[in-house]
């Protein structure tokens, strides 16, 4: 006959059969049993009144962590984990096509190095951090796209409190990064059209702190400028972020102002900007490169067949894929680590071909 015992915990009364388990915890405590394994692990995600209660439950019941199992959870997998920002897209693919060359790139290095890798999307809306934490299916994660910035720097500071071994693709806010030099993107790109005579240069993408990386091109672009001699114009500069429609909105807006009288150049912030933009150009009987020269930033493989051919700043998606994996590996390790920049390129096309005040 089944040996059955009464368990009591605040008030509640349970049977159970055996040996307690973390789903008794879970029950009598009112939380999820991922919510149990953190708090029995003095993790910083739970709250310190949480872990208490928890706590003594387990300690009224017996209960004794499994080591073997949690042995399991924390020796390495040799997998690494790399979690994509899912980005509004024109396809439901609902990633920027960017990261698409830099996932490739990633891939060859996980192999090279003896890795697997695990794909997966970050929901901002999810508790992907925390998940992460539990799982323990990767030694690593590597992180791409991100959204606004300032909304997504608390899940930062969660992985930071936790421990997690991390590293992110983009803006250095503090945490471990490889990116590329915007600011200098923005440079070549605006010097470059200062170069063929064009003075009254529209920029168009966000310039604040809610997408740093835009905000350092612009910041590029600005400064371009400056040294030239042409000072800067608030109506030249349309916020937008990183997709066609955007682009398209934007340059609808700019083409529409009394601001973009004689705007003989636009750059872009990104290239899916500068194709809405090309659309909104021509929607409005303008011919890109030939009325409006245009310069975007990327260089994606589409950049090549837009008509006319984009000219761009290029960011290295080959040696970025390789750094991210490479300094992931090394913090897995314990090693020093710490961000790198890689300097971009400008792509010269036809779409520069527009002479000034012709728009």
Known sequence: MANFRIITAEHITVITKGK??????????????????????????????TVARIQQIAKE??????????????QQSSTLALLLFEDPTSDDSLINPFFLS?????????AIKGYDLLVSFQQLSDDWHADYE????????????YGDDLNYRPKLQQLDAQGTRYVRWG???????????????????????????????AFIGDASNHYPELFARYQGHAASLLSAGIPLEPGLQIDAITTEESGYQAACFLLDSQSAGQVSAIFAASD???????QALTERGLIPGKDVAIVGFDDLPL????????????QNTKLAGEMLVDKLISRI???????????????????CGAQPGKA
Do not use: W
Not at 102 to 110: D, H, K, N, W, Y
């Open 303 to 314: 950049a090549r067949f837009t008509s006319p051919a984009l000219t761009t700043v290029r």
């Open 171 to 201: 803006a250095n806010s503090g945490t471990l990064c490889v990116n590329s030099d915007n600011r200098q993107g923005g440079r070549l790109a605006t010097d470059h059209l200062i170069k063929l005579g064009h003075r009254r240069i």
């Open 333 to 351: 390790h314990d090693e020093k680590v710490q961000t790198t920049t890689i300097a971009t390129e400008l792509i010269v096309r036809s779409s």
């Open 272 to 278: 899916l900007i500068a194709i809405g933009t090309m």
């Open 134 to 145: 539990d799982s323990h299916k990767a030694d690593g994660i590597i992180l791409l796209g």
């Open 61 to 74: 019941l017996n209960y004794k962590v499994d080591k073997h199992a949690s042995s399991l959870r924390t």
């Open 20 to 49: 307690a388990t973390s789903i008794d915890i879970a029950y009598l405590a009112g939380v999820s049993q991922s919510t149990v394994s953190r708090a029995l692990r003095n993790s910083p995600l739970v709250k310190p009144e």
């Open 102 to 110: 830099m996932l490739g790139s990633i891939t060859r290095a996980c």
